[in-house]
């Protein structure tokens, strides 16, 4: 309908003189009566347009900003998490080191002690055997002396009845065999 308008209006103009309108300055109201409708009818349009698309856009930038503060309220919430999980594990790890420092210093007291024991025990053992080695020697010498002035005074006795019956070679002969196996016997019973 707008359209027929345009034409019916089209048609007064030409009948109109052209050049005494144009010479007038009237050339706006031949626009407007040639294009007037269509062109508000383009205004109205641009402007519903112009303002369809700057509702959209406003809800656009709500919805924008609304998911992202709900992302940002997400994001927050797991970082919250991790920082807590995180610190939680910290912490079991710290108690962990803190129980294994414990065993260890535990098992370093036990070894100090075990190693204080064995080396009492062993300086115990050390004493005990140098106390029986010289208990020992003592008593060897003991009977090394013993023999040796059993073995002197016999020698000492028999010198004197040699000096005393004089006798001749055989008996001297038979009496350093006699010396000799008692020394043989004598030497058998410290070896043994």
């Known amino acids: 309908m707008a359209k027929k308008t345009a034409q019916s209006n089209a048609e007064g103009a030409t009948e109109i003189s052209g050049k005494s309108l144009i010479s007038d300055g009237n050339l706006d109201q031949v626009r407007d009566i040639l294009f007037g409708a269509q062109l508000k009818e383009y205004d109205k349009r641009f402007n519903d347009l112009e303002e369809m698309i700057t509702t959209e856009l406003e809800q656009a930038q709500k919805d924008f900003k609304s998911r992202l503060e709900i992302l940002e309220e997400f994001v927050k919430g797991e970082l919250s998490s991790v920082n807590s999980k995180i610190k939680k594990e910290q912490t079991e790890r710290q108690q962990d080191t803190e129980r294994l420092t414990e065993r260890q210093d ?21 004493r005990d055997l140098r106390k029986m080695i010289l208990d020992q020697a003592k008593n ?42 008692r020394l043989g016997d004598d030497h058998e019973e410290d070896a043994g």
Do not use: P
């Open 140 to 181: 060897l010498t003991d009977a090394a002396e013993k023999n040796y002035e059993t073995l002197k005074n016999s020698l000492a006795s028999k010198a004197a009845q040699l000096h005393n019956s004089k006798t001749d070679r055989a008996a001297l002969a038979q009496m350093f065999s006699e010396i000799a196996v």
């Open 106 to 126: 535990d098992h370093k007291r036990g070894s100090q002690n075990k190693i204080s024991s064995l080396e009492e025990t062993l300086d115990e053992t050390a």
